[in-house]
């Protein structure tokens, strides 16, 4: 059964989610896993494909955008997309403001939430208990320092 992880930032903006997005990537890619970063659309695909390429700073994490095909990015351990992944295994990371129909192909699930994203945290959270997933709850404070 698909582990599921709410972290809490004390941010504000999407931009915070997406920076914890790239924590969350590293350290899966630390420990072998594939990620799929689910977003909304093809905007937010392209914000956190931007922000990849310098994270860590002056450093960049190996991913692809489904649907963009760019030189090198064939076989990609991340994938950023706003539909079906490629994926069936390891972390999702759900940035998309619906739940995705196909969170359960995977061992976990991770929901990022900001202030602007609290009360549509707890829809999703709901969701997740009213099914009996396993659910963790975690308060990130000063993490972006």
Known sequence: ????????????????????????????????????????DSEEAETLDAMMWDYPRHRML?????????????????????????????LLINLAPKIADFFGRFDRLAEILVEDTKVLGREHYKFYR??????????IKHWDT
């Open 1 to 40: 059964m698909t582990r599921i992880d709410f972290y809490i930032l004390e941010d504000k903006g999407l931009d915070a989610a997406y920076r914890f997005a790239c924590r969350l990537s590293l350290r899966a890619l630390d420990n072998a896993m594939p990620v799929h970063i689910q977003v909304a």
């Open 62 to 90: 190996p991913h692809r955008v489904l649907g963009v095909e760019t030189p090198g990015s064939g076989d990609a351990p991340i994938h950023i997309a706003f539909g079906e992944p490629i994926h069936e295994t390891g």
């Open 130 to 139: 009213d099914r009996g997933y396993p659910l963790h709850h975690h308060d």
